[in-house]
């Protein structure tokens, strides 16, 4: 299991626990007359909120964790990820100090509650929900990626290199795998999946890398195909 899928399966429970704690305080402090019994929804937002709180910070640890990794190549998406998670944090700090030290606020409570819940959906729809879309979609990536293509030139790799240090050196080593600023691309054509994008690590997804990258990375629409062939035979070397 990749690291992405089970952090997006931490935040389906994370996503199903605000929804409990919010419907549970809805119904308790709403107007409408309810048939469920006081205490039992007390008990019930509380036991959603200890495991939202739970699974929000072990989601945030793994978050920095990546992130300290992946450096330079967070994407704006996930900036804006990071910024809104950050900003659940705070507000539902806030509205568990009030609820236990600063009672004279407790008609702000419902307030910071809805807006945590609100938040958390939006950091839901920018993480996890963008995953599970690229992954039930990803049949019209893989189709486009299984397409036959031409036959590929032969490379020379000392062309290949010449150009590696003219394109690519700037951002990516070759003597390591791990990333800094960029992804190592050492044994880059000998693990199953490359570094950042995850797409399987051949040729063909090297390719469709090159024209069309992924996240901050830029395009080599220039490249020509003899180019691009010596590149290939290059990185085979690494």
Not at 5 to 19: E, H, P
Not at 49 to 54: L, S
Not at 120 to 141: D, M, N, P, Q, W
Request: hydrophobic content about 50%; aromatic content about 12%.
């Amino acid at each position: 299991m990749s690291f992405f899928m089970f952090k997006s399966i931490l935040a389906v429970f994370f996503l199903l626990a605000g929804i409990i704690a919010l419907f549970s305080m809805l119904t308790l402090m709403g107007k409408t007359e309810r048939k469920a019994d006081a205490k039992l929804l007390r008990r019930l937002h509380k036991g959603s909120g200890f495991v939202f709180a739970a699974l929000l910070l072990v989601i945030s640890y793994f978050c920095v964790k990546y992130w300290a990794s992946a450096g330079d190549q967070i994407s704006t998406r996930a900036v804006f990820h990071g910024v809104l998670a950050f900003a659940v944090i705070i507000v539902f700090v806030l509205k568990l100090l009030i609820v236990r030290f600063y009672k004279q606020f407790l008609k702000f409570v419902p307030v910071m509650g809805l807006t945590v819940f609100a938040l958390s959906f939006i950091v839901f729809k920018t993480s996890a929900g963008y995953f599970f879309l690229r992954t039930f979609c990803a049949h019209s990536e893989s189709s486009e990626i299984s397409t036959p293509s031409p036959p590929v030139l032969k490379g020379k790799i000392d062309n290949g290199a010449a150009l590696f240090s003219s394109k690519c050196a700037s951002c990516h080593s070759t003597d390591r795998e791990e990333s800094q600023g960029a992804p190592g691309l050492k044994n880059i054509l000998k693990k199953e999946k490359l570094p950042a994008s995850q797409r399987p690590a051949t040729v063909e997804t090297i390719l469709l890398q090159l024209k069309k990258p992924f996240r901050v990375m830029p395009a080599f629409p220039s490249l020509s195909e003899q180019e691009l062939a010596d590149l290939l035979a290059y990185l085979k070397t690494l």
